[in-house]
């Protein structure tokens, strides 16, 4: 049985309409009145290699978005991104603050037995290294955090290389519904861009100028810049020497736990998890994010 996944429908015009009215240029994720945020400003993001992948185009994409946040962050912030050694599959939800992100070749709805019980545990896409959720789905960003303090512990970036709507390429965009060599889809340099402002606690937006934006046009390349007002939020949560709003002290590397992702009985502090994904609309003309699942686990 798949997971169940909710997607909100929005017809193109209204999304634009609201996108113009909105006047607030960033929002940070909130969750039970908690602000999500990173503890520490150096972050080491790694890929998980697994049957070929990351190709050199791939490892290529997700460099160039990371250096990206390098660049733009340089301006007024201390954040710096490192990358970090490769992880093999199977790897599980990093909590020592890394960012992870995989390439799933194969949808697991082909491969794995619906008697599986990995269905339950969400744990299909580590046990048998495949895609999860809905087969024409791009990608996941999964963010493990502190429901105590709102501190972001790990987050994974998943991509979905079973469809063929995820390209590398610098050309024009594919004519509407039409994939073919040379041209632009699902750009996974712009996705991945949004899913490391994600992984940072910043939220969606309904404008579409935005890199957080919760669509991403057809053949688009445009998100794989950082607009000013993403900047501006970086400025102001995660200012260079001075601490951000609302956010704890880094941890000393993760939530005490016996393996599974959930702090210990004796943890200080509950853990939560959540995650966003993006599916096709119009038969292709744009990706429209999902609605956004939070899962809450705790002992003690």
């Known amino acids: 049985m798949l997971p169940s996944r909710v997607f909100l429908f929005t017809p193109l015009f209204i999304l634009f309409n609201v996108s113009n009215a909105r006047a607030q240029s960033y929002e940070r994720t909130r969750i039970e009145g908690v602000e999500l945020c990173r503890g520490d400003r150096a972050v080491t993001y790694a890929m998980t290699t697994s049957g070929g992948h990351p190709t050199a185009e791939e490892r290529a994409a997700v460099t160039a978005a990371f250096n990206t946040w390098n660049q733009a962050v340089a301006s007024c912030s201390d954040l710096v991104f490192t990358p970090g050694e490769d992880v093999p599959h199977p790897a599980p939800m990093p909590l020592d603050g890394k960012m992870l992100v995989t390439f799933r070749q194969v949808n697991c709805s082909d491969i794995v037995p619906d008697n599986d019980v990995c269905w339950q545990s969400d744990t299909c896409s580590e046990k048998y290294d495949c895609w999860p959720f809905a087969p024409d789905d791009v990608v ?131 853990s939560g998890c959540t995650t966003t994904t993006s599916v096709p609309l119009l038969a292709g003309l744009m990706f429209l994010l999902g609605a956004r699942r939070t899962r809450q686990r705790s002992r003690g």
């Open 140 to 270: 996941d960003e999964t963010s493990h955090f502190r429901l105590s303090t709102g501190e972001i512990l790990g987050t994974n970036i998943s991509l979905n290389n079973s469809n063929g709507m995820l390209t590398t390429l610098d050309g024009p965009p594919c004519d509407q519904g039409v994939i073919e060599p040379g041209c632009v889809v699902g750009d996974v340099q712009s996705l991945v861009t949004r899913s490391i402002g994600e992984g940072l606690g910043f939220a969606l937006l309904t404008r579409t100028d935005s890199t957080m934006s919760r669509v991403l046009p057809w053949g688009d390349t445009q998100k794989r810049i950082i607009d000013p007002g993403t900047l501006q939020g970086i400025c102001e949560t995660y200012p260079r020497g001075l601490p951000t709003p609302g956010c704890p002290l880094p941890t000393d590397g993760g939530v005490p736990d016996g393996g599974d992702g959930v702090p210990d009985d004796d943890a200080p502090s509950k």
